[in-house]
């Protein structure tokens, strides 16, 4: 348990942005997400895949450790406010972002962890010289699921929120 409270911190800043803005359950309300939360923790107990955890900020945040959120809501149904709704699910909003520059491939250093294990097939890579590749992110692909940001080696992927999400990649 200490050892996976350890990884989730050292975690936590890839599922934020560099403005600060925090991935919060899906079927999260934006705006006044703080002022409806009232942090029961029920999303928390009830997640199937155990990607959310209660933050610094004492509210659930979005933090998967290897393993993908499946999107199945049951964090959205228990909320007993409307901070999160069931209604909201298909507006997730975050994607994975690459930082290619980062990445080990790149760099020379053989690893696919990311391609490997992205169920939808989201992450190829291009070979360039000198033995080295570079990972490439196809957006429609790409549902957010947040287990390649939680298993990059390197700190080369994050989850960025999206103005405008590809809503159909969740189907
Ligand atoms: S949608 Fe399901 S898997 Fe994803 S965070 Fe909510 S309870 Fe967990
Ligand atoms: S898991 Fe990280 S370091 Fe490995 S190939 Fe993917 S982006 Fe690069
Ligand atoms: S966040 Fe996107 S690219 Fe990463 S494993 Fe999930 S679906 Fe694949």
């Known amino acids: 348990m200490q050892q996976m409270t350890s990884r989730r911190a050292f975690l936590s800043a890839r599922f934020r942005q560099e403005d600060g803005l925090i991935a919060r ?4 309300i934006v705006q006044s997400f703080a002022e409806l939360c009232t942090k029961c923790g029920d999303c928390v107990e009830v997640c199937p895949e155990d990607v959310i955890a209660i933050g610094t900020d004492s509210f659930p945040q979005f933090q998967p450790v ?7 809501g049951d964090c959205a ?3 007993p406010t409307d901070a999160l709704n069931i209604d909201r699910l298909t507006e997730w909003p975050w994607r994975a972002a690459l930082k290619p520059e980062s990445c080990l491939s790149m760099n020379g250093v053989s690893c696919r962890i990311c391609q490997d294990n992205c169920e939808r097939d989201a992450i190829r890579f291009t070979l360039l010289t000198g033995g080295r590749s570079e990972p490439g992110l196809d957006a429609s692909l790409c549902n957010g699921c947040g287990l390649c940001p939680s298993l990059c080696p390197a700190d080369a992927i994050a989850l960025e929120r999206q103005p405008e999400p590809e809503m159909e990649a969740l189907q």
């Open 77 to 79: 149904r228990a909320c």
């Open 66 to 72: 290897d393993e993908p959120c499946t999107f199945c």
């Open 25 to 28: 359950p899906p079927g999260a």
